[in-house]
């Protein structure tokens, strides 16, 4: 019996070098034997950051990924932000494969999307030095709440660090090191379901002030906060675009339209992006005057992509 597929999202700290995204693109694609599919890739030069889906087995996954990580390592150099602090990007990170995760589309597929989130961050430990966190519902032991990838990221690479060498607090990598490698970070890896990254341009004259203000609200615990929403506001294009980024992590119950329409009570939006991949239920009742910059329902709905 074939398992479920699965797919995998890992996010690298490149939005802006295309031999280096073309060679992690590589990486995870694979020979023809491997097994996998990437099915998208998204890059963005503000953000300094590129987000591959790829479908496969547990197994090929993990291989893919691994693959992909072992080339982040050898080409991007997080120790060049401490001379350089603005080319790091406009997005919180803090590795060269910030994040990873293995996200399964139905509850039959949870155990092995565990599986293969902890067999990788053991494996990318192992050979190639690089501390792995664990984060969301692998942390979760029924005493404690799960760990927010936020909550490891706050502060970037530079404050990670100080962590887990402060003796008071001695933040521990739940695999290999106890220090961040010296040109590619740490790594935080997961097991979850679908969510969605999502971003929404607003229209001038909104500002960088305006969005970080409106991504208050908005967010989970904000003043007019929706569930599982994280915001943050930035600014593109050398300050001339302001943008809300957000991650829907409860898509099935939280649409991108009630998003775009809780945005909608505080400023006026230009335009929507898509990065990555959703599956259709967010996209249910979208509106039909908000364009979805270079969005192609074929392939960027995951039962299209995959499809069923």
């Not at 998204?42 to 990924?65: C, P």
């Not at 120790?79 to 990007?89: K, L, W």
């Not at 029924?142 to 100080?162: T, V």
Request: proline share 8%; net charge negative.
């Amino acid at each position: 019996m074939t398992s479920p597929p699965l797919l995998a999202v890992p996010n690298f700290s490149e939005g802006r070098n295309p031999t280096t995204i073309d060679a992690l693109a590589a990486a995870l694609e694979g020979a023809p034997a491997a097994g996998t599919r990437l099915l998208d890739v998204h890059t963005d030069l503000d953000h300094h950051r590129s987000v591959f889906t790829t479908a496969g087995e547990a197994a090929q996954l993990v291989d893919a990924v691994l693959r992909a990580a072992r080339v982040a390592r050898d080409r991007i150099d997080l120790s060049a932000e401490h001379a350089d602090p603005e080319g790091g990007g406009q997005h919180p990170h803090v590795g060269a494969l910030d994040v990873a995760p293995f996200v399964y589309l139905g509850p039959e597929a949870r155990g092995a999307a565990c599986a293969a989130a902890l067999a990788f961050a053991d494996a990318l430990a192992a050979t190639l030095a690089i501390p792995a966190f664990l984060y969301g519902e692998l942390t979760q032991d029924g005493k404690h709440p799960a760990r927010a990838r936020a909550e490891l990221r706050l502060g970037g690479l530079a404050r990670l660090q100080q962590r887990m060498a402060d003796t008071g607090e001695r933040l521990r990598a739940d695999f290999g090191p106890h220090r961040p490698h010296p040109t590619a970070g740490a790594t935080l890896v997961s097991a979850r379901p679908p969510l969605v990254a999502f971003n929404l341009q607003l229209a001038p004259p909104a500002s960088l002030d305006d969005a970080r203000a409106i991504a208050a609200r908005v967010r989970e615990g904000g003043s007019s906060g929706l569930p599982g929403v994280r915001a943050i506001g930035i600014a593109l294009q050398r300050g001339t675009v302001a943008q809300v980024s957000m991650n829907v992590e409860r898509p099935f119950e939280v649409g991108l339209a009630e998003v775009v329409a809780h945005v909608r009570e505080l400023a006026p939006v230009a335009s929507a992006e898509l990065v990555g991949l959703a599956p259709a239920a967010a996209l249910e009742g979208f509106p039909g005057d908000v364009e979805i910059v270079g969005f192609d329902p074929q392939r960027h709905v995951i039962e299209n992509a995959l499809g069923a």
